[in-house]
């Protein structure tokens, strides 16, 4: 993860991966009986914070909180960006627009010029005024080899001060689809405090002691928990007439999907981000419990499920044998068997049910795939895949044998029977898949590296636009280390090329964006470099004994995301913390 040389679009494995499992991390203790006075001083213990104040939340860290950097995103203290730092917009997913945030609005004012005009009497938590410096400081940051959102220096030439609250942005050209997802994700961080760090403190520095623009600082951390507290002088609320409900925020780290489920049920947390099983019967019992759907699949969805074949191995350097591959996956069996229908099946095109919009539905009937083991026996033997010994697996073409290998996290439940379901249904089609468990660190080695057969892959989550998937399928060219994109290595120019060309089309401009779309889905339908599974859950489990008016599909609640992972507080998350009311009341 350190390596982040080209890298288009970092979204970040440790925080995303939270969407798939729970992790691991020290035992937590839950909270012990609370006083129910209206406040505590700073640097209370944790463990008497006013319980009607406190939001207990789980499911993002997984343990000891590393660092409060918010360069780091993938790893850095649950809230550092969004309730600590913040960004100058958030996006809207149901209205599919950005929303101001430290920025008043923005504009493209010429073909490569964009301006920001940013809110007035912002404030960083140690008194000190937030200006365009601040913001231009940040940006520049990214000439920095090492950081993150150095690639945007590829195609930005300068960032200007115009005034304390005008920033402009001149672009060598403008990659319309990346800035304005740069806009509502890179943090913006205090010119005053950070300008002598030196780059490897930038990106590796703990920041102990963090000064941000947001609604909350942090009071306290432990070896299992984080703890914040609101701001009261925040500008949000006059600004944006919002102001988050809990005065304190615990984010714990949980070491299993069974301790969070013990802890909520108990009444010891509000939400849990982790995927908990048997979810429907928790939602219908009497519980107190509560999740987006009432019913299956109970939660939005939040990224899609990737079955990544290695291709540069034999047979995954072939497309035909791929494509047998995605027709030997029974999703059906593990939507229903592992998940208990709490995911929902992908479509051939991988993209998320909100980009519906841009799936081209003649490309998916043409040329899209099923769970099909007899078209994937005809598949593999008209490509030259056989079983010449008997032993009910087809070899190569040269006779050799064909033994693979899925690997995904030890430790991800899901994943991990998951991964013994996509065994089982490939056998059917004579195919030899061996489901294997490294460790997380091992397994994001070996996957960097290119030392695997199969892995299931998420990282991708929703976004403003399908850019961001077709970019992680198809980015070139490919490195010796694939951190973030293209773990499949699969190389093909004109996909790159059109991926180039979708980022040129202004994100308001929908029918240029379904034409290049509708080829990039031709060519992943025709070569299948990455296989669709399913849909993750934007998992969000909520007692209602504390806090009420969590997000729900129904009625008259909030539309958005009940979620503290890390880069969703800017989609809805923190909008869902200034909605929340108490319980009591």
Not at 79 to 88: A, D, M, Q, S
Not at 191 to 212: F, S
Not at 245 to 260: G, L, W
Not at 398 to 413: A, N, Q, R, Y
Request: glycine share 8%; with cysteine; aromatic share 10%.
């Amino acid at each position: 993860m350190r390596n982040r040389a080209r890298i288009m679009i970092p979204l970040v494995a440790a925080g995303l991966l939270a969407a798939a499992c729970s992790g691991g991390g020290a035992t937590p203790t839950p909270p012990a009986s609370q006083s129910q006075s209206q406040g505590a001083p700073a640097g209370a213990n944790p463990d008497q914070l006013p319980r009607n104040e406190t939001l207990y939340t789980t499911g993002t860290q997984w343990g000891p909180p590393p660092n409060f950097n918010p360069i780091r995103e993938w790893d850095s203290a649950v809230g550092t960006k969004g309730l600590v730092y913040e960004t100058l917009f958030h996006y809207d997913p149901n209205a599919a627009k950005l929303n101001g945030w430290l920025a008043e609005s923005g504009s493209w004012t010429g073909d490569t010029t964009y301006e920001v005009k940013l809110r007035q009497g912002v404030k960083w938590s140690d008194g000190r005024p937030f200006t365009a410096k601040d913001v231009v400081f940040s940006f520049e940051l990214g000439k920095m080899e090492t950081i993150p959102y150095h690639h945007l220096w590829d195609w930005l030439k300068a960032v200007e001060a115009a005034d304390d609250q005008t920033v402009t942005f001149t672009f060598a050209k403008a990659n319309y689809q990346q800035w304005d997802f740069n806009l509502y994700t890179r943090s913006i961080v205090p010119e005053h405090i950070w300008k002598d760090r030196p780059e490897k403190e930038v990106l590796d520095g703990i920041n102990e002691n963090p000064v941000g623009t947001g609604a909350y600082t942090f009071l306290s951390k432990d070896q299992d928990r984080v703890v914040l507290q609101r701001r009261d002088d925040w500008w949000g609320k006059t600004a944006l007439n919002m102001e988050p409900k809990p005065r304190y925020i615990v984010d714990i780290a949980t070491p299993s999907n069974e301790v969070a489920m013990g802890m909520l049920l108990q009444k010891g947390l509000d939400l849990s981000n982790n995927f908990l099983p048997g979810v429907a019967n928790l939602v219908k019992g009497n519980f107190g419990l509560t999740t987006f759907y009432n019913e299956p699949p109970f939660m939005l969805s939040a990224n899609t499920a990737w079955l990544v074949p290695n291709t540069t191995k034999k047979p995954m350097d072939d497309p035909a044998f791929r494509k047998a591959l995605a027709s030997s996956v029974d999703v059906k069996k593990i939507v229903e068997g592992v998940y208990g229908n709490l995911v929902k099946a992908a479509s051939p095109t991988g993209l998320l049910p909100q980009w519906d919009a841009y799936v081209d539905q003649g490309v998916v009937s043409s040329s899209g795939f099923a769970f099909d083991p007899a078209k994937a026996k005809k598949l593999l033997a008209d490509a030259g895949y056989k079983d010449g010994d008997g032993d009910g697996y087809v070899e190569n073409k040269d006779g050799s044998k064909i033994g693979l290998t899925l690997i995904v996290p030890s430790g991800w439940t899901d994943w991990m029977e998951s991964a013994r379901s996509i065994s089982a249904s490939a056998k059917a089609a004579g195919i030899q898949i061996t489901p294997e468990f490294p460790d997380f660190n091992a397994l994001v080695e070996q996957r960097a590296k290119g030392d695997f057969d199969l892995l299931i892959n998420n990282e991708r989550q929703l976004s403003n636009s399908p850019y961001t998937y077709y970019e992680y399928m198809f980015q070139l060219p490919v490195q010796k280390q694939q951190n973030t994109v293209n773990f499949a290595r699969y190389q093909n120019e004109q996909a790159w090329a059109l991926v180039q060309d979708l980022d040129q089309i202004k994100t308001d401009d929908a029918e240029g964006m379904k034409k290049v779309i509708s080829q990039l889905q031709q060519i992943h339908l025709d070569d299948m470099p990455v296989i669709p599974l399913w849909y993750n859950g934007l998992w969000a489990q909520s007692s209602t004994s504390v806090w009420k008016n969590w997000p729900a599909a129904a009625g008259g609640a909030p539309k958005t995301g009940a979620v503290m992972w890390r880069n969703w507080l800017e989609l809805g998350g923190f909008e869902t913390l200034t909605q929340l009311q108490p319980a009591a009341s």
